[in-house]
């Protein structure tokens, strides 16, 4: 497993390049043949429901068909396009270029049609809700995943900055803007091309803990109950002391470890395991390979090595790792899924011009990484994230994550506040956060992942809990309505319907 262990120092570096040249990274260029060839027709792209995504149009006077998108702002990192030479750049478009081309010549042959795993409805909902974050928190990137843990289909993913895709137009938070007019906050073109989900690697901090408290619940080191001390400490050679600060929490029960994101704890908890029976989990829950999603490109996580204490005890919390969004998605599904991780899917089937399935593509068969009783242990935790107790005699009174509740709804989650990484280190005010939720937390129906790169908020600190877990909610309320979910205290979520209608829900 050498391959997957690099040194802290050079980790650091890595993860501050891939950050910080996310505006302007590319995807493959090109995936698809050189050689030019104009299909009888191109195959059409249609979401889970049927509705239309990409077909095919001939202008008057034009000597044949090209590709037309019918959402073009919409999805674009999913879809990918076609250039006027019927070139495939990206997306699925790329990925599957031999079976949408089709065949031209003395036998032409019409492209395979491609039906996806994503539901416009929950697309729509999730561009609107992370566009309306981005703006709140004046932030420049960000991304949001929508997963079902049961089958891994991915139902919804948007990345902004993105392009239109038949003009090619930049589009951000903001607005639409041409090629080549818009630049970051350090100067640099916005292409909207680079796929944040997918792509990008930051650093988890505290949402990466529940990797931790899955290996020693699994091994059966501690239970869901254990106290765990969580004063500051220093794993020696020199090492720092890893603390709370300003916090102290003295000692918490391992559900309010993750609650609280202490770090003493956290790092104490992984270090009842030895490391090569920590990496172990991590392989099995594929942070050590790509995650198998059909989008060109992809990479797995990198961590520095841990045969080394202090690199050991970071990467617990967190740090000294860099993982992508869709890595730590897949994580948080298969706690949802009972410890079952299931790939990520994007296509249900493809159909041939007629109609009849050329395939199903069902969802391939699980890998039990956790047992279902320690999946159940830690969903307990996640809820203890959310959770307000007001004052009832439980030892962790309000978990780091709160505004990710939805009255009437019992959802769990993880918030995640990394301070990025530099040529000099880690900043003091530049931060990556992250929302990964569940919900409903007692029958998982969806996994939402959440990243915000560098938010400027003027209303509270840059935090998960302050700035990514508020979009989840706002998200996770509308898809709650968009698949009529049933919530499991009517009276509870009627009352807080009603309190935000008036104004005056929290």
Known sequence: MR???????????????????????????DVSSDKP???????????????????????????????????PQQLCHVLGRVDHTNKAKDGVEAYYHSHLAGLDGTAPKAGLNL???????????????????????????????????????????????????????????????????VKDSRGKDITGEFNMSCHTLYEPDAAFGVVSLASALDQKLLNINSYINCSPFSVGYGSAPITDRPFNYSSLPAWGVLAKSSKPGTARIALLSNWLRYKEYMEKFGLFSAPGI??????????????????????????????????????????????IRMKPRLVNRMTAADGSVFSECKPEEGLRVISAETAADLRFALEAVTRDAKGNGTPVRRGTGTKAAIPGFRIGGKTGTSRKVTEKGYSDNRYTV?????????????????????????????????????????????????LNLTPSDPEAYEKYLAEKAQGTAD
């Open 434 to 482: 992250s929302f990964a939720g569940i919900f409903p937390i007692d029958d998982p129906k969806l996994v939402i992942m959440t990243v915000i790169d560098e938010p400027h908020p003027t209303d509270c600190n840059p935090g998960g809990g302050t700035v990514a877990a508020p979009i989840f909610r706002a998200a996770a309320e509308r898809m709650i309505q968009a």
């Open 3 to 29: 391959a997957h262990s690099i040194s802290s120092a050079k980790m650091l570096l890595l993860c501050a390049a891939v950050l910080g040249n996310a505006a302007t990274a590319q995807q493959p260029a």
């Open 294 to 339: 059909d989008l060109p490109g992809g990479s797995r996580c990198l961590a520095a090595n841990g045969d080394n204490v202090v690199n050991f005890s970071r990467i617990a919390y967190g740090n000294s790792i860099a993982v992508s969004p869709l890595h730590m998605a897949v994580v948080y599904a298969t706690i949802a899924n009972n410890g």
């Open 115 to 181: 039906q996806l795993t994503i539901d416009m409805n929950l697309q729509k909902i999730a561009e609107e809700e992370l566009d309306a974050g981005l703006r709140r928190y004046r932030a420049e990137r960000g991304c949001m995943i929508v997963m079902n843990p049961k089958n891994g289909d991915i139902l919804a993913m948007v990345n902004r900055p993105s392009y239109d895709l038949n003009t090619g137009e930049v589009i951000t938070p903001n607005g639409t803007f041409a090629q080549g007019s």
């Open 37 to 71: 060839d104009t299909p009888v027709q191109r195959g059409i792209i249609t979401d889970c429901n049927g509705v239309v995504l990409a077909d095919n149009i001939k202008k008057e006077g034009a000597p044949s068909q090209h590709r037309n998108y019918t959402f």
